[in-house]
């Protein structure tokens, strides 16, 4: 029986027990979440233990915690043993913190109440073409984040988690020779660039976000062993960008903005590379009609959350970096959800 069969069904699920299991996924979120939260996947990091041995340290009911990790065995997060005891799948693995490419911290703000929240009011999303999250805090996601500095905190392990996912691939499919200077604009904490400079020791770089966000940059770039190749910069990308980059690399950033502040981005970034220095933009391609693709998911959250924000065709990138001053030159895929869209300064 296949993993992804949570009902227990032999063969092949028919048609109406598949939009069926699609409709729950709402339980299998949660319980992904509340385990992510509790860090019970950290708790069985050394091997199979009993729920309740969990529930003691978490300091939560024994029998309610004993269901959750039942109900995570049942849809492969863990693997459920006699005697009520569990042990971690090799999916359940990446809920853990301390696994190269744990999604523990983009799980948390998935699940966690201000994004929880907008998602039930996706309709209005969709009637309107309006933001969930202005509907229902008044303004748009990051103006409250500027204000919410714990939620927002969540926001940034959760950008850390995307690039312990897609750093590795974009630093290993894409080829960065003939670049001196990198500038990550809207770059969190800096984990793709220190995975690109790890990957390209003779290049510099320059980390640029918000100052709240790049100030808890340091130990990440330590870490690294990157911290003495990088200038830390503060500032918003709305306003300006960072001189000095011979290129510049965006990771999720266009696809959070409408098309004109988009262009006003990039056009900030022209105002600082030279002449055919080049813009990098790393997000999700949306692929033609009839084909699956990761993007045509993503974009909702885009219209939840976002400031009108959206995923792009390469269509739609090549008609903005022409107005933003670019010349869309190659877009090249990676292994994993996204792609590498390359600009030219004109």
Not at 42 to 61: K, N, P, Y
Not at 123 to 137: K, N, Q, W, Y
Not at 241 to 265: E, F, Q, T, Y
Not at 308 to 333: C, I, S
Request: with cysteine.
């Amino acid at each position: 029986m296949s993993e992804a069969n949570w009902f227990g069904i032999p063969g092949e699920l028919p048609p109406n027990i598949q939009l069926l299991q699609l409709i729950v996924g709402k339980w299998a979120m949660q319980a992904v979440y509340v385990a992510a939260e509790l860090g019970i996947a950290d708790r069985l990091r050394d091997g199979a233990r009993a729920s309740g041995d969990i529930a003691r340290e978490c300091a939560t009911d024994d029998d309610a915690t004993y269901r959750l990790m039942r109900a995570l065995s049942n849809i492969g997060v863990l693997e459920e043993r006699e005697g009520r005891v569990f042990a971690l799948t090799p999916v359940g693995q990446y809920l853990r913190a301390d696994v190269p490419g744990s999604l523990r911290g983009y799980t948390r703000f998935v699940g966690y109440a201000p994004t929880w929240t907008a998602w039930g009011e996706a309709l209005h999303s969709v009637r309107t073409g309006e933001p969930a999250v202005d509907h229902i805090f008044g303004e748009n996601l990051f103006d409250w984040y500027a204000k919410h500095l714990d939620e927002s905190a969540v926001f940034d392990d959760a950008m850390t988690s995307l690039s312990m996912l897609e750093a590795d691939a974009v630093a290993a499919g894409f080829d960065f020779s003939g670049i001196s200077t990198l500038a990550d604009v809207g770059g969190g904490r800096g984990y793709l660039l220190a995975t690109i400079l790890k990957a390209n020791p003779t290049m510099k770089g320059i980390l640029f976000d918000l100052a709240h966000v790049v100030s808890g940059a340091s130990p990440l770039l330590g870490k690294h062993g990157v911290e003495a190749r990088v200038r830390v910069e503060g500032g918003s990308f709305l306003e300006t960008a960072p001189a000095g980059a011979d290129a510049v690399i965006m990771k999720h950033i266009l696809h959070d903005w409408n098309d004109d502040d988009s262009i006003r981005i990039l056009r900030n970034c022209h105002r600082v590379l030279p002449k055919g220095g080049r813009v990098l933009v790393v997000e999700a391609v949306v692929s033609p009609p009839g084909q699956r693709g990761f993007a045509k998911l993503l974009d909702l959250e885009m219209l939840v959350l976002t400031p009108r924000g959206r995923e792009r065709t390469e269509r739609e990138f090549a008609e903005l970096f022409a107005k933003g001053g670019f010349r869309l030159t190659r877009v090249v895929p990676t292994m994993s959800p996204v792609a590498v869209v390359e600009g030219e300064r004109i």
